[in-house]
């Protein structure tokens, strides 16, 4: 956006913002879309499944306690599934129907088929066969036209963009443009236009500023809240009480991108970390962590035994050489430790010095692109988690080289290091396979909002999330 597309004016005596006018209609944020969407799936499947009570079973138990026990069952499937395949997700790329549709399909058809199972094998009923196969052909067809409402129909006639304006002191051209490409979403579809950037040195200290109309959000970006000009004070908090939304760019982004800006030109991210030194009762998610790594190391433990005849068989012809390999990391604390893979490179692949992994990795061989695309390189990585030098959820443990050369870029760096290492994290599921010292960067504002918002319901979104991640080969 250039500077001079954007200007003052005096009118009254009163310094003016002016943009352009948008239409009064209500505006949608992206929680607000995905819970209409929520709760219509959850009115559909509820009646879905006590039409399967009622018609597709044969004398089905009429205890309220049976039937509310199956409706909530019911629910569980249904929404473990839209949620492991990703299907509330409205970001960037969502508006493609064609993929909207067949996830719908898909997701529906798995519903049908997981509750008739689940059925079968717990009450072990009697189905009216004719009424069960109409089942199958219903309830695609319904979730298709709900999501066919929802995107062609609902948002046709409800504005879901936010007109903005960027409020700034002592910012950079970088930094701006950065900023400026957030909020209006160049890589997620935020639901964010800026119509305005302002330098609020520009804004006279005793001049009053007229409020802005035609805008539904003010974004404001300073090194400190206590050195604004009074007119533009009373101008966010008449701003507020019209129902305005007003928050900071720190804000702005931790709510949009779940993830913590650090890259500042000033230390006010400095504010961002400090914040991860509250105290909050974790108890619940510290016994939470204990039963899921428990759970997890069990499985996982398992899964790593069964695997490693088939590995050290094909490992023979297709990946000549050591079946495991083991690298040092830094974990918690800054301690160095030791993890464990399955070999997936040639032997000499760092010969001429240490390097990350890229998309087409030429030092990848075949057989270990087949163990990478389905995650079973990192089952060694249990060993680890028995030597309590990780967890199963946790920012991902980097290598010493790299850490150093990230500490220069960033001081906030070694913050990450405040707990233990993870097989997988909030990075790990939100952001790209990293390739390069700026996509470490960019992971380190994921792991510092997870060392911040650490929860279970957040471990839960990970755990499910990876689910994605594996059963759809993501990632390198």
């Known amino acids: 956006m250039k500077s001079t597309d954007l200007y003052l004016k005096d009118s009254n005596d009163q310094e003016s913002i002016s943009v352009n006018k948008t239409s009064s209609k209500t505006k949608l944020n992206i929680a607000e879309r995905k819970f209409i969407l929520f709760f219509g799936d959850f009115l559909i499947a509820a009646v879905l499944i006590f039409a399967f009570m009622g018609f597709a079973i044969y004398n089905f138990d009429t205890a309220i306690t049976t039937r509310g026990l199956f409706l909530a069952l019911g629910l569980f499937i249904y929404f473990f599934l839209a949620y492991v395949l990703d299907f509330y997700y409205l970001g960037k790329g969502s508006g493609n129907y064609g993929k909207t549709m067949t996830k719908s399909l898909i997701v529906s058809m798995f519903f049908s088929l997981s509750l008739t199972l689940t059925t079968t094998i717990i009450f072990s009923p009697k189905f009216n066969i004719l009424e069960l196969l109409l089942f199958f052909i219903v309830v695609p067809i319904i979730f298709l036209f709900w999501r066919l409402i929802f995107h062609r129909i609902l948002f046709k006639t409800v504005a879901i963009t936010k007109k903005a304006i960027y409020l700034h002191s002592k910012v950079s051209s970088k930094t701006m443009n950065r900023d400026l490409d957030a909020i209006n979403g160049t890589e997620i579809k935020t639901y964010y236009e800026v119509c305005g950037v302002y330098d609020l040195t520009d804004f006279k200290e005793d001049k009053p500023v007229k409020p802005v109309n035609e805008i539904d959000s003010i974004i404001l970006e300073t090194d400190s809240i206590n050195n604004l000009p009074k007119g533009v004070e009373h101008m966010l908090l008449n701003s507020l009480i019209n129902e305005k939304e007003v928050l900071t760019f720190s804000s702005f982004y931790e709510n949009i991108y779940e993830a913590i800006p650090i890259n500042k030109d000033f230390s006010s991210a400095c504010y961002e970390i400090l914040q991860m030194q509250h105290t909050k009762i974790r108890y619940i998610h510290r016994m939470f962590s204990i039963f899921i790594n428990v759970m997890l190391t069990l499985f996982v433990g398992t899964m790593f035994l069964s695997v490693i005849p ?108 405040l707990i233990r290492p ?16 700026e996509d470490s960067m960019r992971k380190l504002e994921y792991d510092l909002y997870y060392i911040k918002n650490r929860s279970v319901t957040m471990d839960l979104k990970i755990i499910f999330k990876t689910i994605t991640t594996v059963l759809f080969s993501k990632g390198v």
């Open 310 to 417: 088939f590995v050290w068989f094909f490992n023979l012809f297709l990946n000549k050489g050591p079946l495991f390999f083991k690298q040092e990391r830094i974990g918690i604390n800054g301690k160095p430790f030791y993890i464990y893979k399955f070999r997936s490179m040639v032997i000499d692949a760092e010969k001429k010095g240490a390097k990350m992994a890229t998309k087409n990795d030429t030092r990848i061989t075949p057989f270990g692109k087949v163990l990478r695309q389905f995650r079973i390189d990192e089952l060694p990585q249990v060993i680890s988690i028995f030597r309590r030098d990780m967890l199963f959820i946790g920012p991902r443990p980097e290598r010493q080289v790299f850490v150093d050369k990230l500490k220069e870029i960033s001081p906030y760096y070694n913050v990450r290091h």
């Open 422 to 437: 993870g097989i997988t994290g909030w990075a790990q599921v939100k952001y790209k396979y990293g390739e390069n010292l």
